[in-house]
């Protein structure tokens, strides 16, 4: 099983980027995927997570209407596009996948259940 997120960088508050998590070595649209962060010194936070069908999507509060993420089962993919980004959504940003939408939901809010994880991708908000 392999998760690897991408398109992280140097934005500007207020920039946008859009993130990439390509999955290989499972059945890509048997799992729910989410994003999570993890800022210096903190904890790992989720982000969002989206459901096996791309139709069920759940975000944390601080993103909420700034964030959107989507996926393409047939390229085994999901995406985090982020717009209006903020100092504070500077950290390294990973995926992870669970074979249901309600474990992942819940991982959002409690940090754990997440059966597969991928290396993440440095964001930095900076002016």
């Known amino acids: 099983v392999q998760l690897q997120a991408s398109g992280g960088g140097l934005v500007q508050p207020g920039g946008s980027l859009r993130l990439s998590c390509a999955a290989s070595?499972?059945?890509?649209?048997?799992?729910?995927i989410g994003w999570f962060r993890q800022a210096p010194g903190k904890e790992r936070e989720g982000v969002a997570c989206?459901?096996?069908?791309?139709?069920?999507?759940n975000y944390v509060d601080s993103v909420k209407g700034r964030f959107t993420i989507s996926r393409d089962n047939a390229n085994n993919t999901v995406y985090l596009q982020m717009n209006g980004l903020r100092f504070e959504d500077t950290a390294v940003y990973s995926c992870?996948?669970?074979?249901?939408?309600?474990?992942?939901?819940?991982?959002?809010?409690?940090?754990?259940?997440?059966?597969?994880w991928g290396k993440g991708t440095q964001v930095t908000v900076s002016s």
């Open positions: 070595g499972f059945t890509f649209d048997d799992y729910a």
């Open positions: 992870a996948a669970t074979i249901t939408y309600l474990k992942c939901y819940n991982a959002l809010r409690w940090n754990y259940g997440m059966d597969y």
């Open positions: 989206i459901g096996q069908s791309g139709i069920s999507k």
